[in-house]
Each structure stands twice: as C-alpha cells, then as structure tokens.
C-alpha cells in the first residue's frame, strides 16, 4: 500500500512537471537548429524570440548565432493577439530563428508590417546600400528580433564601397534635421510606416523630393507639379541653413502643399 501511494504521488509530480514545462517552452521544441518543426511557436507569422540555441526554430525557419552577442533573448514568451509578451528577464549571447534561403540582404524580404494600432509597431534601421545608408521602416514588433539577427548578418558581411552614407530617410521619403534616425512609427490604414513629423520640418518646409508614392508630413498634400521640369533632388539633408539637397534632380514628380 505504501508503494503504491508513492508511485502516484511519482506520477502526479510528473505530470505537474510536464504542464509547467509545456507552459513555459512557446516555441520551444527538442535539439538545436531547425530541427523539432514546431509551426505551434508562432505568433502574428513570427516565431519565439526566445533564443533558439537550445528549443529549435519552426518549419520554414532556421536557428542562426546572433552576430551580436549583446542581442536579447527572454526566458519565457507567450503569444496572445498583440503579439509576443515576454518575461522581463534577458539572455545574451543566443540565436535568432531566421526565415529559409539564405541570408538575403537584398531587401526584398516581405516582413510583417500589419497592425491595429500604434504599439504594435517599431521602427527599424534597414541599411540599403554599400556606402551604409540607412532607411528607417516601420515593423509589426512581432518581427524584432529576426530582423534585428538578419540586419546584424548582412551588416557583417557587406562590403566596404569606399564612400559616405547619405542621410537616412524615412517611408514617406523625408529626413530628420541633424540627420537623426530616431524617426517615429504610426499604424496607418493597417500597416506600420515611419514618418518625418511636421515639428521636424527643415523652416516650415517639406523635404524638395517628389512625394509620388511617399506622401507628406502631416498638414500637407501631394500635388502634382503642374510644370513637367520641375526639379526633384533624390535626397535631401535638413540643416540650421535649411535643406541641403544632392545635385542630381528627377523631373515630373510632385510636391507637398500645405493646408490643401
């Protein structure tokens, strides 16, 4: 009878640790790499940011050393409809679960962008040529922690062009004065996009380039230039004189007016 008794308190424990252990792995799974297929560990298309050294990646995905040791990885994460939500806690020195085919630095990878509202999104620095221009693009933070392992990877490995880095630009096309990239992220007919707002307007002014498929800052509206000729510089830096602009020009744009 004693036996007994013990060999069910036995099973209960397990049983107790098994649930604890099922609570707590999201997005975990057995062995490194990508092995374990664990499509359950995704959240809003992204998986776990947990780091994948020690729970494996889910199908589709691949578990890569973060080129930045100082890259944070929870102990704990469980998805609900926001999102991700994480323990507080942080373990440097992990792995991020990276999406298959290689590392593509090309910017063609299709990120989640979508969002309900302004906290789901965060602002991201993609960099988008040899001469380590940036680009600040609005991310579903779902997607933090694989773009951040992606980024770090393409940044160790691109190659030095020899040449200065033009002003970072956000997705509406305008630059911060001071060539700043801390552009700030709103969720805008679903999707999350970085913006230049109108206190950063360089004297009152929108940025000179074309607005075609960028829009204005806010209390502006794009228009089409009614004269074909009219100039467009493809980039444009705000300083205390007002806007420095590259020499080149782009004909037949358009131009942000105020209060239409």
Do not use: R
């Amino acid at each position: 009878m004693k036996l007994s008794n013990t060999l069910a308190l036995l099973f209960s424990a397990s049983l107790l640790t098994l649930t604890a252990c099922g609570s707590s792995t999201i997005g975990g799974g057995g062995g490194g790499g990508n092995g374990g297929g664990n499509g359950g560990g995704m959240c809003d298309g992204a998986p776990s940011p947990l780091s994948c050294t020690d729970t494996s990646c889910p199908d589709g995905y691949t578990c890569v050393a973060d080129a930045d040791p100082s890259t944070c990885h929870p102990s704990n994460c469980s998805c609900d409809p926001q999102g991700w939500v994480c323990t507080a806690d942080c373990g440097m020195g992990g792995s991020t679960c990276v999406k298959d085919g290689g590392v593509d630095c090309s910017g063609d990878v299709l990120w989640n962008n979508g969002c309900t509202a302004d906290a789901d999104c965060v602002t991201k620095l993609h960099q988008i040529d040899c001469c380590g221009t940036m680009k600040a693009i609005g991310l579903n933070k779902s997607e933090s922690a694989a773009f951040d392992a992606l980024e770090a990877q393409c940044a160790a490995t691109s190659p030095a062009c020899g040449c200065a880095s033009q002003v970072t630009t956000a997705e509406d096309g305008h630059s911060l004065p001071g060539w700043s990239s801390d552009f700030p992220v709103a969720c805008k007919a679903g999707q999350c996009m970085t913006y230049s707002p109108a206190a950063t307007l360089c004297n009152g002014v929108p940025s000179p380039e074309s607005c075609n498929d960028k829009s204005c800052p806010d209390g502006f509206t794009c228009t089409p230039d009614p004269d074909p000729t009219t100039c467009h510089p493809s980039g444009c830096a705000c300083d205390v004189n007002g806007w420095t602009c590259t020499a080149d020009c782009g004909q037949n744009g358009s131009t942000c007016m105020k209060g239409l």
